[in-house]
Structures are given as C-alpha cells and as structure tokens.
C-alpha cells in the first residue's frame, strides 16, 4: 500500500492557505467535495472527525510535518489529501508545520485506515523528500516524486508509474 493509494495530483495542494486547523480542514474537505470523492451530506461529520482527533492528540509525526486523520461512520473509500502550507499551520503543540496529509477512512475498516497510516508515514518520515517536495509548486510533479519514491522502496521501475 502506498500514500499515492490515497491521494492523486489532484488531491495535491501547494496553494491552501488555511491559518488553522479548522480553515484548512474545511478546504480539503471542499475539495473532496468538489471532485466528487466525498459526498457533501458527510461534510460535517468529516470535519468533526478530523477535528476530534486533532483536538485529542496532536497529529505531528515529524518537524514540520503532520498527519491529521479521522474515521466516519458513513460508507467512503479512504481518501487523501496532501497540503504544502508555506506559511506553516499553527496545530497548538509546537512550531508550525508546512506539510500536512490529511486521511479520512471508514469507520468499520480498522485495518484499511491503519495500513494507510502506515503507507503515509513511510513517506513522511522520509526527511530528505520532505524537503524537496516543500520547494516544489506544481501538485504533478510533487505526486510523481512520490511515486518514484515509493517504487523505489519497494524496487519497482518507472514503467510502472500512473500518471494522475
């Protein structure tokens, strides 16, 4: 399983410019939105979720870098976004973080969200692409980066990219 399962070029986003963690939830849940990957009657419970757990803990797993999730009790595919914040956002624990991947998965499929946490947090804690995808701007490349990153670590060949 790999972070591009979750997220596509589409879902990349180098221009948001949410000041919390509420502003740039609402964002990328508008966007699921907007390109059909989440209904808009789940907007709300999306954003509790999202909310919930960062209130609870925060979702910071590396300098810069955090992995905000939730689960909802609605029945969705597990759906990524990935958010390049240059300001850097302010989560309350800590220096801001300017790279953000946001998860949201079914409430009844524990071992899909825990294994795209796992998938995510591979790439993530990953210091060197961290950086190099911080100073990029176009969502394409940053996505193929990524994918070449992942196939790498797992000894695949460009042959076997997708392109989003």
Known sequence: MYLT???????????????SP???????????????RLLASYREPALVALLKKEAAKTTRIAPGVALPHGRISHPIPSTGALVLN???????????????VVLLSPQDDSEMHLSAL?????????????QEIRRMTDPRAVFRHIQEYELDLDGGSD???VTS
Do not use: K, Y
């Not at 796992?118 to 210091?127: C, K, P």
């Open 5 to 19: 399962d979750f997220i596509s070029a589409d879902s990349i986003h180098t221009q948001l410019r949410g000041a």
């Open 22 to 36: 509420i502003h740039l939830f609402e964002e990328v849940v508008d966007r699921w939105i907007e390109s059909d």
């Open 86 to 100: 240059r300001e850097g956002l302010d989560l309350g624990q800590g220096p801001p973080v300017q790279v953000v």
């Open 118 to 130: 796992s998938a995510i947090s591979r790439v993530l804690g990953n210091a060197d692409l961290i």
């Open 159 to 161: 042959s076997e990219l």
